[in-house]
């Protein structure tokens, strides 16, 4: 990712990001599909979002022909 960084730091063109490459992977917040219901039957004070929420690299999926890469742009 560091590459797209550098690229908008110095001013590519919108033709220039649109040709760069797509990293493999990516470092995100996500909630594993096994632990969706763990906070069920909860209190709500007694719910800790830290305990669902997992920070790893993840593999950037394949695009189906109707979808399109969005660049979030804030820090």
Known sequence: MQHILEAIQAGASGDDLANLPIPESYRAAFVKRDEVDMFEGVESWDKDPTK???????????????????AVMAS
Do not use: G, M, R
């Open 52 to 70: 669902s929420i997992h920070i790893d690299d993840v593999a950037t999926p394949e695009l189906a022909p109707d979808e399109v890469y969005i």
